[in-house]
Each structure stands twice: as C-alpha cells, then as structure tokens.
C-alpha cells in the first residue's frame, strides 16, 4: 500500500493537477473567507464553510479523475493487477494519496483565519468593566474544519469508485460532479417552502430520506462547535462502504 501511496503522491507533482488543485483550492478558500468575514464585518465563519462545502463540487473530482481511469488510459491498469500488492493496499493507497492532497489544502487554508484574529479584539463595556470578547469562536472554526476534513474523505471515496468505473478522465470527472453535487445540494430540497411557509415536501419519510441522504445535515454540529459522533459514523460508514465497492470492482476483474 505503502509503494502505491507514494507513487500516487509523486504524480500529483509531477504532473501540473497536484499544483492546480491547491492552487485553486487556497484561492478560492482566500477569497471566500476574504468576502464571507472582512469585508462583511463578520466574525461569523458558517458561511464560509458552506461556501468552501460547495466548491468541492469541482475541486474534489480534480483529485479523483485520474486515480484509476488513467491506469487504463495508459494500459497499466494490468499491471497494477499483477503487482505484488492486495486489491485493497492498491485502492486504499490511492485513496489515502488523494485524500493526503485533500488534507494538506484544507489546513493551508486555516491560514486564512489569521486575519480575522488579528483584527479582532477585546471591548471594554460598562462601569464594572466587564470585558466583551470580539472575535472568531475557536471552537466553531476546529469543529468545521474537522467536519471538512470527514465529509472531503466520504467524497473521496464517492470519486475513488466512480474512477474505478468510468474509462477515462474526463467522463469521471462528469460523472463525480454530478454524483457529489447531488449529495451535497439534496437538502436544499428540505428548505424550500411555498408561499404560505410550508415546505413544499410535506412527506415525512422522503423528508427524513433526503435528510439521510444529504451530507449536508450532519455538518451543523461541528460549525457549533460540538463533535458529532453519530455524523463521525457516517462519514465514516460511507467512505467504507464506497471503498469497499471499488475493492469489489477490481477484485471482479483480476478474477474475472
């Protein structure tokens, strides 16, 4: 597994898409948290996370396109099949590798907080001197920045298998735009409502399954800064159960 990360880790850099990948992703985080708190007067940083959640749309499939659909571009895909290595050392350290990338961008990016605890500060209020603090809560930014880092490795997965499955880039790039955008935008189905304030979706078990669906709705724990351990599970649960299905696709095609 170990062999296969660190080839997977060279490539990014060797090839320009390790570089447009962070490049891209601390721009777009810069200029988020950048309009989202300074120039909105906000120390408030949810809308920043939920921003950054919807780039991943994009930014997340330029890091899984290429994982397996450029073996069998460049036809090393056998090859890979006939190295000493297990089925799931091969995917997991493909995976790893990318989520690796995934990590490294999103902690970069915490540099961006840095001026907002600058500028914030401490008023003094009332007779009794009684300090107000003003400022970004810590808890809050910890708290989503480790629900970030869950939900990018549940997508990962999600892209990892689309890759196994598709034949070249491109298409699985298409194809994990779609899938993520769909998984992360879900839940706004929940929120619409018509003009008297009802929600438009007035069934509660399609409600309570796109609320299951979407992983969106187990991001507001962390953004209050409390860990969600039934959220952790399911992250967790679905980066399993969709790297599982990926160590199934190769396995049905070494025996196969």
């Not at 120390?43 to 996370?49: C, E, P």
């Not at 895909?77 to 961008?105: H, N, S």
């Not at 003003?134 to 629900?147: C, D, F, M, N, Q």
């Not at 969709?242 to 095609?253: D, G, I, N, Q, S």
């Amino acid at each position: 597994m170990f062999a296969i990360y660190r080839k997977e880790m060279r490539s990014y850099f060797i090839n320009p898409i390790g570089y447009i990948y962070l490049g891209v992703f601390l721009a777009f985080s810069a200029l988020l948290c950048c309009y989202t708190t300074i120039i909105s007067g906000s120390y408030d940083t949810a809308s920043y996370f939920t921003l950054l959640i919807a780039t991943f749309i994009v930014l997340i499939p330029l890091l899984t396109m290429r994982l397996f659909a450029e073996e069998r571009k460049l036809r090393t895909e056998q090859l890979l099949l006939t190295a000493p290595v297990t089925i799931t050392g091969m995917v997991l350290g493909k995976y790893f590798a990318a989520l690796t990338m995934f990590a490294g961008g999103v902690l970069l990016s915490c540099i961006n907080f840095l001026p907002i605890y600058i500028i914030g500060h401490a008023e003094r209020v009332g007779e009794d001197s009684t300090t107000m603090h003003i400022g970004p809560v810590t808890g809050e930014i910890v708290g989503s920045v480790i629900a970030v880092l869950l939900l990018g490795a549940a997508l990962i997965a999600v892209g990892t298998l689309i890759s196994a499955l598709t034949e070249n880039q491109l298409s699985a790039a298409v194809v994990t735009v779609g899938v993520i955008a769909v998984m992360i935008l879900l839940n706004v189905f929940n929120m619409l409502t018509d003009s008297s304030g009802q929600p438009l979706i007035n069934s509660y078990p399609i409600r309570a399954v796109i609320d299951w669906v979407s992983v969106i709705s187990r991001f507001s724990a962390f953004s209050n800064g409390i860990f969600d351990y039934a959220a952790l599970l399911y992250y967790s649960s679905l980066a399993f159960v969709f790297l599982f299905l990926t160590v199934r696709v190769y396995e049905k095609r070494r025996w196969g």
